[in-house]
């Protein structure tokens, strides 16, 4: 099993520009959560999807940030315009609902900065 | 709303045992969690516990829950220099609801 990827795992972009990050869950799960890690606010939840469908998107920051789920095996995060606060590291995790732990697998993050 | 604190920093020496607090406030947490991340990588489950236990132990790990308190901790025994890492308190109500992290604590061990 090749865990969750992510793509790509290092993004420098300028000020304005549009970041789309990309996550392909471990086959077989049914739930995706995007978060994004900084030093100062530690790990938050930005989005996370049941079966393809969004559930929560309370944590999104701003209308700048979009996610999508178009199938099972992909979803995308972006960003457009992005700004040089949006630098940070940002994880896609996936789950399995039916597991009585739900342990959630998380990918390798794309760090991402914004100049 | 509902949130996860820990101390941010622990340092100890190789050999010791290392105790990481947390405490949490929501109390319909069912289940709890302990998250390991390695720099540069992602977050890696280590251990959990169901809200109806006080203790689970695990090789070289022990989880005490105190739901009174609403209090978690997580002894590493024998701690070796590979156990240097971010170590995440987690908690959740139940279901596919999200994960509420704390920010981590860094572990620090000095050969």
Redesign the interface.
Do not use: H, T
């Given at each position: 099993d090749a865990g969750?990827i992510q793509s790509p795992r290092h993004e420098v972009t300028e000020m304005g520009q549009e970041v789309t990050l990309r996550c392909k869950p471990i086959s077989g799960h049914?739930?995706l959560?995007w978060y994004r890690q900084t030093m100062m606010?530690?790990?938050e939840?930005l989005i996370?999807f049941?079966n393809n469908v969004p559930?929560?998107d309370s944590g999104m920051p701003e209308d700048r940030f979009s996610a999508k789920m178009p199938n099972a095996s992909f979803s995308t995060l972006k960003i457009q315009p992005s700004e040089p606060r949006d630098s940070a590291v940002y994880?896609c995790?996936s789950?399995f609902?039916g597991r009585v732990?739900?342990?959630?697998?998380?990918?390798?993050?794309t760090r991402l900065t914004v100049l | 709303g509902e949130d996860v604190e820990q101390s941010l920093f622990l340092s100890v020496r190789e050999g010791d045992s290392s105790v990481i607090n947390c405490t949490y406030t929501d109390s319909s947490s069912t289940?709890l969690y302990w998250?390991k991340q390695e720099p540069?990588?992602?977050?890696?489950?280590l251990t959990?516990i169901f809200s109806n236990m006080d203790m689970k132990q695990d090789q070289r790990l022990t989880v005490l829950l105190n739901k009174k308190d609403k209090h978690l901790s997580l002894r590493i025994a024998d701690t070796q220099t590979g156990d240097s890492a971010i170590y995440?308190c987690a908690e959740?109500d139940s279901?596919?609801t999200?994960?509420?992290?704390?920010?981590?604590t860094r572990l620090s061990v000095i050969a």
């Open positions: 969750v049914n739930s959560f606010r530690g790990l939840l996370y049941n559930i929560d994880f995790a789950s609902g732990e739900n342990e959630q697998f998380f990918g390798p993050g | 289940y998250y540069g990588a992602g977050l890696q489950l959990y995440f959740r279901g596919n999200p994960l509420v992290f704390g920010k981590g």
